[in-house]
C-alpha cells in the first residue's frame, strides 16, 4: 500500500453515493451494501500482486551429507530410546564429524 492507492481508496469513498446504505429498512441489508461498496473500492485500490518466490539451492548440502543427517536422525532415535552410555557417546562423536563437513562444505562453496 503506498500513498497514491490510500488517496485513490479515500477518493473513492468520498465519491460514492451511499444512498443503497442510508435509504435501506434493514440492518443486515444496510451492511451487506456498506460491505460490498467497501469491499469494490478496496479490491480496485489495492489489488493482488502474486509474487514468485525463488528457492534457494544450497549447493552445500551433496547426497553424502544428506544421507549422514539421515543416519544421524536414526541414532538420535536409538539413543533416545535405548539407556546405552557407548551408544551416546558414539552419536555425539558422530554429530561432531558432520558439524564439522557440513561447516567445511559450506566454506568451500561460498
Known sequence: MDNKSIANFQSHLREEAWDSVYNSEDVNEMFNNFH?????????SFPLRYKSYITKHNGWITKGIK????????????????NNPQLREYYKRYCAILRKVINLAKKIVL
Open 67 to 82: 544421507m549422514s543427517c539421515q543416519r544421524k536422525r536414526d541414532l538420535y532415535f536409538m539413543y533416545r530410546h535405548l
Open 36 to 44: 460490498c461498496i467497501l469491499l469494490r473500492y478496496f479490491g480496485n
